[in-house]
Antibody, heavy 118, light 112 residues
Framework: QVQLVESGGGVVQPGGSLRLSCAAS????????MHWVRQAPGKGLEWVAFIRYDGRIKNYADSVKGRFTISRDNSKNTLFLQMNSLRREDTALYYCAKGLAAAAPVYWGQGTMVTVSS | DVVMTQSPLSLPVTLGQPASISCRSSQSLVHSDGNTYLIWFQQRPGQSPRRLIYKVSNRDSGVPDRFSGSGSGTDFTLKISRVEAEDVGVYYC?????????FGGGTKVEVK
């Protein structure tokens, strides 16, 4: 059974940092491109970042470039999102997802909530 | 960045009747590899998104055949041949041809 389980969300002050994790199981994580997608409360989906299966290619949304870093540990089947210099507009439910555009099954986690507030 | 524009924002439908959602991109979504990476997602209330269609018209496994995708270049459509109650939710198009990946703003499908 495929599972993507996000963790690490919480409440943080503006300017603070958080590190999100996404634990994967039930599929070959080490050969899968992975994404982070977020959804602000009551709003639509916003793509955040992508990392290729081997970690050598990373892409970011303009809104997070220079502040967020996506990474992975294939030995632990885990995806990460390091978020620095957080802003109130980063408040959202953060999903990890496998292979959004690939001609292969797509999987999503249930999300972890990040709230940036003083 | 590629801007994805969906219409309508809200789509009241009668059960058993067809529904159609439009998605337009600010530039062609034809990739240099010849593929068009236009994807449709469904998000039911309180749930994570679910992919319905990839590369314009390919249905994901388990997606009912009442869902179909079509289009080319910059103009795409998701059609539901006969809306069922379980189809209520928000539908998003997404392009993955150009970095960064971008989503449309969403279309809320609700029963009249």
């Amino acid at each position: 059974q495929v599972q993507l389980v996000e963790s690490g969300g919480g409440v943080v002050q503006p300017g603070g940092s958080l590190r999100l994790s996404c634990a994967a199981s039930g599929f070959t994580f080490g050969t899968s491109g992975m994404h982070w997608v977020r959804q602000a409360p009551g709003k639509g989906l916003e793509w955040v970042a992508f990392i290729r299966y081997d970690g050598r290619i990373k892409n970011y949304a303009d809104s997070v470039k220079g502040r967020f870093t996506i990474s992975r540990d294939n030995s632990k089947n885990t995806l990460f999102l390091q978020m620095n210099s957080l802003r109130r507009e980063d408040t959202a439910l953060y999903y990890c997802a496998k292979g959004l555009a690939a001609a292969a099954p797509v999987y999503w986690g249930q999300g972890t909530m990040v709230t940036v507030s003083s | 960045d590629v801007v994805m524009t969906q219409s309508p924002l809200s789509l009241p439908v009668t059960l058993g009747q067809p529904a159609s959602i439009s998605c337009r991109s600010s530039q062609s979504l034809v990739h240099s590899d010849g593929n068009t990476y236009l994807i449709w997602f469904q998000q039911r209330p309180g749930q994570s998104p679910r992919r319905l269609i990839y590369k314009v018209s390919n249905r994901d496994s388990g997606v009912p055949d009442r869902f179909s995708g079509s289009g080319s270049g910059t103009d795409f459509t998701l059609k539901i041949s006969r809306v069922e109650a379980e189809d209520v939710g928000v539908y998003y198009c997404m392009q993955a041809t150009h970095w960064p990946v971008t989503f449309g703003g969403g279309t809320k499908v609700e029963v009249k």
